[in-house]
T-cell receptor, first 111, second 115 residues
Framework: GQQLNQSPQSMFIQEGEDVSMNCTSSSIFNTWLWYKQDPGEGPVLLIALYKAGELTSNGRLTAQFGITRKDSFLNISASIPSDVGIYFCPAPYNQGGKLIFGQGTELSVKP | NAGVMQNPRHLVRRRGQEARLRCSPMKGHSHVYWYRQLPEEGLKFMVYLQKENIIDESGMPKERFSAEFPKEGPSILRIQQVVRGDSAAYFC?????????????FGPGTRLTVL
């Protein structure tokens, strides 16, 4: 079946540092989504990518959809304590269908 | 513009009881998805519904679990005769009928604890 691999699994950084995490798959996707999940809450959509090569920003967050459509990365610049959480990068199995999730990247930010 | 709503947020059941989880999609959304999340894991797809239709139930356990999305009212995920292994967070997501139909917005989840 289709799988998504996220790396790193966890990160411990100092406040103010930049962060980079990525998502890879052996399958090709037409859409890639980045979510953040806080403890006890549902995933919140950060950035949606719809075209290969697309680079999209949302405040301090920047995400890119790989040109091969098999990977994506998320950068967070000048991290702050509220960036703490688990970041997921699911992709739809089919148009309008279920999302395939990886195991997430857990980010910890030290003030 | 209200987001996806789920209730209850927390549900405690004893083994053998039934659990009913409700989800109201975002306004204008007609696709509903249910996912389950165990501790320290990503979300796992369960079922995808449109109004009065089950589109994909490939992630649903074969027994005790059912889902519906009636013409009127919220989508319901029903778990009969719950067991301890059903304890998890259950998330509902919705997506629009047109445009970016594969962009899903999640609710806050229902945390089910089976005693």
């Amino acid at each position: 079946g289709q799988q998504l691999n996220q790396s790193p699994q966890s990160m411990f950084i100092q406040e103010g540092e930049d962060v980079s995490m990525n998502c890879t798959s052996s399958s090709i996707f037409n859409t890639w989504l980045w979510y953040k999940q806080d403890p006890g809450e549902g995933p919140v959509l950060l950035i949606a990518l719809y075209k290969a090569g697309e680079l999209t920003s949302n405040g301090r967050l920047t995400a890119q959809f790989g040109i091969t459509r098999k990977d994506s990365f998320l950068n967070i610049s000048a991290s702050i304590p509220s960036d703490v959480g688990i970041y997921f990068c699911p992709a739809p199995y089919n148009q309008g269908g279920k999302l395939i999730f990886g195991q997430g990247t857990e980010l910890s930010v030290k003030p | 513009n209200a987001g996806v709503m789920q209730n209850p947020r927390h549900l405690v059941r004893r083994r053998g009881q039934e659990a009913r989880l409700r989800c109201s999609p975002m306004k204008g959304h007609s696709h509903v998805y249910w996912y389950r999340q165990l501790p320290e894991e990503g979300l796992k797809f369960m079922v995808y519904l449109q109004k009065e239709n089950i589109i994909d139930e490939s992630g649903m356990p074969k027994e005790r679990f059912s889902a519906e999305f009636p013409k009127e009212g919220p989508s319901i995920l029903r778990i009969q005769q719950v067991v301890r292994g059903d304890s998890a967070a259950y998330f509902c997501a919705s997506s629009p009928l047109s445009g970016h139909t594969d962009t899903q917005y999640f609710g806050p989840g229902t945390r089910l604890t089976v005693l």
